[in-house]
Structure formats: structure tokens, C-alpha cells
Nanobody
Framework: QVQLVEAGGRLVQAGDSLRLSCAASGRTPSNFAMGWFRQAPGKEREFVGAIMWSGAVRRIADSVKERFTISRDNAKNTVYLQMSSLKPEDTAVYYC???????????????????WGKGTLVTVSS
């Protein structure tokens, strides 16, 4: 069974940068895509970023693409979300997600995502 554990969430001020990490443990399936979603209070969970196993295909949500980047280190089975110029509206619980045997649009089917982390809270104060 694959487990995802996020780290790095904390209280920051507007304009700060923050890097989240998510480590996968267990026997990961082939073509193991990873990514990030977030959920703000009272809102639905939304896509933030995704990266395929090779790292060659990456997607970032339009709402954050100028400020967030996603990367991964397969040797560590870890995906990162680098966030800069944080805004109060970025406040949310950030969830790591993953799917094996993933196609390039795997993140569009939120109900088909095989693995979720428990989330890490990012709070951005104004």
C-alpha cells in the first residue's frame, strides 16, 4: 500500500515563499504520477499542480502558474511544490495526490485518484 506524507505547511506572511514536500512510501506502481490539490475553508478541493513520473510533463493551475512550480525527485519518491509571492487566498489545506499507470490528464479525474495524503495546512496572513 502506498502512503503519501506531506510536510512544510505553516503560517507565513503575504509575499513569502514556501516549499511543500510529499514523500511516497511503499510499493509504488509504474508510471506513478504525483501532484497537489488544495482545499480552502468552505470551498471544494481544487487542482494545483501535477507531474508525471518522468518529470517531462508538468501542469500548474492557471490561477497560480505565475507563482508556483512543481518538481519531483524520483530517487526519494518525493514531489515538491514551490510557492512564491503567497497571497491570503492561497490559504488552504494542501493535499498530495498520486496515481499509478497515469495518463497525462490523470489529475482531471479527482475521483479516480488512487492515493491521497492527509494534507498540510498553509496559512497566509495579510
Amino acid at each position: 500500500q502506498v502512503q503519501l506524507v506531506e510536510a512544510g505547511g505553516r503560517l507565513v506572511q503575504a509575499g513569502d515563499s514556501l516549499r511543500l514536500s510529499c514523500a511516497a512510501s511503499g510499493r509504488t506502481p509504474s508510471n506513478f504520477a504525483m501532484g497537489w490539490f488544495r482545499q480552502a475553508p468552505g470551498k471544494e478541493r481544487e487542482f494545483v499542480g501535477a507531474i508525471m513520473w518522468s518529470g517531462a510533463v508538468r501542469r500548474i493551475a492557471d490561477s497560480v502558474k505565475e507563482r508556483f512550480t512543481i518538481s519531483r525527485d524520483n530517487a526519494k519518491n518525493t514531489v515538491y511544490l514551490q510557492m512564491s509571492s503567497l497571497k491570503p487566498e492561497d490559504t488552504a489545506v494542501y493535499y498530495c495526490a498520486a496515481r499509478g499507470n497515469a495518463g497525462s490528464s490523470w489529475y482531471r479525474d479527482i475521483h479516480g485518484i488512487g492515493y491521497w495524503g492527509k494534507g498540510t495546512l498553509v496559512t497566509v496572513s495579510s
